[in-house]
């Protein structure tokens, strides 16, 4: 009798272990299926000190944005902050609240830096870094280790968003994938 208890308590910690990762998957892929496609800026990606253990820091200039006069938020805080579109179709963020807006996309992140009033806020946004697999982290390193990306060159990330959950599609420099921008960059002497 015993056995078919711990039986029965492993086949549910089984189901548990698969459930939980299963779910995180078929959420990830309603995102990408459902999901509104926004482009936000980066601040100009210096890969080669950007490159941190297979992936990229980005450093999203719609992360710091002004808050209502209103609001307080304070570092560790989560924020709600509305998605808009800009004349050159890239997103910024427009407003902080402690709720989520009851119209229109959004996302959410921890406030980094804050106070009382109309200040500037800047929040840790979910889609901050992009991955690598570790062969093509080395190889993007040693590709860009001499090429400096200033003003030049354009870098945006492509990010879906559904109902204030975000998921990171993928980088872009110059309007071509980080993959394609790298062999360009790799035949090029």
Not at 62 to 75: C, F, I, K, R, V
Not at 160 to 182: K, M, S
Request: contains cysteine; glycine residues 8%; hydrophobic residues 40%.
């Amino acid at each position: 009798m015993r056995n078919a208890y711990l039986f029965a308590l492993f086949l549910v910690l089984a189901c548990v272990q698969i459930a939980i990762p299963a779910t995180m998957i078929v959420q990830r892929e309603r995102i990408l299926r459902d999901g509104t496609q926004y482009r936000f800026r980066c601040a100009p990606v210096n890969l080669a000190n950007a490159l941190r253990r297979g992936y990229v820091a980005l450093e999203l200039r719609a992360a710091s944005l002004e808050s209502p006069a209103n609001t307080s938020l304070y570092p560790g805080q989560r924020a709600y902050a509305r998605i808009e579109v800009d004349d050159n179709g890239f997103a910024r963020l427009n407003g902080t609240s402690t709720r989520p807006p009851s119209a229109g996309d959004y996302v959410s992140g921890l406030v980094l830096w804050g106070g009382r009033g109309g200040a500037r806020r800047t929040l840790s946004l979910p889609f901050d870094r992009y991955y690598l697999d570790g062969l093509l982290a080395i190889e993007t390193k040693e590709a860009v280790r001499h090429q400096r990306l200033d003003g030049d060159h354009q870098a945006y990330v492509a990010v879906r968003v559904l109902r204030g959950q975000a998921f990171l599609e993928e980088l872009y420099i110059d309007d071509q994938p980080i993959r394609v921008f790298l062999r360009g960059q790799a035949k090029t002497p």
